[in-house]
């Protein structure tokens, strides 16, 4: 079946108790059992529950993965994830990171023992060697949407045993499936794109390697980062529209990215769908299209600043993925905990995460908010 029927029926047959057709919230932390250790699947709402399970076999089969694993938040995903790295093992990761993921890297793996070299985005290959255990990427990457070529990475990581997990939050299975090009596991932050409506925290791991995925149950079971029934339910309301939802995100951020891409008031657009941007034949080669964020550079920290308080339609917060336009400026925000790090955020850099909504009035809005922070700088 095509991805947008997986999307609506995969992990989703109707209630056999009541014919329901959505998958029923089920609000219970226990079950009972028919005899001491025998039971229907279900024991504890920690190790699963159905409204989960339905979940995880839904995304599963959308990232073309075996297994899935949910969890309670993106950070969730990544903390259990990174319990398959012991300490001492060198980790090669690429240096754009989000922020979140850089802080519980540096701050609370490095200091018990684990080993992390931050390298480039076009470096990771070059990076990889005898030593190296495992291989995080992001791409496109936060916020400055470079472009890891999957492939080639996933190819350099196995020559030497190395295990490759990409967060493919920013993508979504829709528009990239890592999997499919050599990676080990997917991640996400289900709070961005796959629920949709910034109502919501989860994240997700996925893989078809065996050996990870047994252990990866059990320590999604272990650590206990897991969702409760209503947020996983309301991520497998949103998958059901992702499909749709991604080609308006992308048309949308388009019209952004042109109408950016000249303006005196801009330095520099970074977007993977013009044509000059560094990764973009990588992108067009793994990627269905180019996504829904937008980052430029705006003439100074002080012009981003005064520029993003400007704008109406576009909301100032952190988070992305939703159908309302978000603005913010990372090196003070999402990214403030990459200050101290070697490769800081620009503190001029606008991320944009470009919604649903008319593409002509995005545009008008940027253009007021551009035209009137330049008069005040």
């Not at 989860?202 to 969702?227: C, I, M, Y």
Request: proline share 6%; aromatic share 8%; glycine share 8%.
């Amino acid at each position: 079946m095509d991805f947008e029927t997986r999307a609506i029926h995969d992990g989703q047959e109707p209630d056999p108790a009541t014919g329901a057709v959505t998958v029923p919230i089920y609000q219970t932390s226990t079950y009972v059992q028919e005899a001491v250790g025998e039971h229907k699947g279900y024991d504890y709402s920690r190790t699963a529950n159905p409204t989960r399970r339905a979940l995880e076999t839904c995304l599963a089969s959308l990232e073309s993965a075996e297994h899935g694993f949910a969890f309670a938040s993106g950070m969730g995903a990544t903390t259990t994830v990174m319990h398959l790295v012991s300490p001492g093992e060198r980790v090669v990761a690429v240096n754009d990171v989000y922020g979140g993921t850089y802080r519980l890297f540096s701050k609370v793996y490095e200091p018990k023992g684990h080993v992390f070299e931050f390298v480039p985005y076009d470096g990771v290959v070059e990076a990889i060697d005898d030593r190296t255990r495992f291989v995080w990427l992001e791409t496109p990457t936060n916020p400055l949407l470079n472009v890891v070529d999957i492939r080639a990475v996933a190819d350099a990581a196995h020559a030497v045993g190395a295990v490759v997990c990409v967060d493919n939050t920013f993508a979504t299975p829709y528009l990239q499936r890592p999997l499919e090009l050599g990676a080990d596991i997917v991640v996400h932050s289900t709070t961005k794109y796959l629920g949709g409506h910034s109502d919501l925290i989860g994240g997700f791991a996925a893989t078809s390697d065996p050996t990870l995925a047994e252990r990866l149950a059990f320590l999604q079971n272990g650590l206990g980062a897991v969702p409760g029934p209503f947020d996983s339910w309301l991520v497998l309301r949103g998958l059901k529209t992702l499909a749709l939802r991604m080609q308006r995100h992308c048309e949308n951020a388009r019209a952004v990215a042109e109408f950016l891409d000249g303006h005196p008031a801009v330095e520099r657009v970074l977007y993977p769908g013009l044509s000059d941007h560094p990764g973009h034949d990588v992108a067009a080669r793994q990627m269905s299209d180019y996504g829904g964020m937008v980052s430029f550079l705006a003439a100074s920290a002080d012009e981003a600043v005064a520029m993003v308080s400007r704008t109406a339609i576009w909301k100032l917060a952190e988070s992305l993925g939703g159908v309302e336009s978000l603005i913010e400026v990372p090196a003070a925000m999402t990214h403030a905990s990459t200050s101290d790090a070697p490769f800081a955020t620009p503190p001029n850099l606008v991320r944009l995460s470009v919604g649903i909504e008319s593409p002509a009035d995005l545009v008008a809005d940027l253009e007021s908010a551009l035209t009137r922070a330049a008069a005040t700088a």
